[in-house]
């Protein structure tokens, strides 16, 4: 392992105790109120439950001014209807968004989070095979001198006959 290697080895193993001493002493960063609103618009909007209300109550309303049901608040071509959707995705956009881009920032981390342990992961490998090359060297000098020996011991009791 080169020193830049070793040094890269070495920040990062710093980093995760500081990273494992961040979260024993701190909480974990809970998010604003406005942030927790956010996501639960998102999510609400999100969901099959608002897709089918929301579909449900478009239905009716059409359907109640078309046929004439009840008195026309809103007839074809359904300008109310349009000033409420319109009003609907104005207002819902930048709730969606903030929730998107906080769950990008999380993203963000824990890729980054990803990355350091693979780095990490990589060079602790790397090491574990120079230290097993380094075993295996020293094994086969020791059976290399075994055999050098045994060798000897043999020549030794061949002469002596």
Known sequence: MNPAEAKLLAELRDWRKTQRRQRSHKRAD?????????????????????????????????????????RHWD???????????SFQAAYAAPFIMMSQNRQQDVDRKKAE???????????????????????????????????????DLLRAERQRD
């Open 75 to 85: 007839p074809y071509p359904f300008i109310l209807l349009n000033l409420a959707l």
């Open 113 to 151: 989070n990803d990355y350091r342990v693979n780095v990490k992961a990589e060079l602790e490998i790397e090491l574990l095979h120079q230290k097993i090359d380094q075993l295996r060297e020293t094994e086969v000098l020791a059976l290399t001198n075994a055999v050098q020996e045994l060798s």
């Open 30 to 70: 809970k998010p604003t109120r406005g942030q927790r609103i956010a996501d639960q618009v998102a999510a609400t909007m999100g969901s099959w439950r608002f897709i089918i209300i929301q579909s449900s109550a478009l239905l009716v309303w059409v359907a109640l001014n078309v046929t004439a049901y009840i």
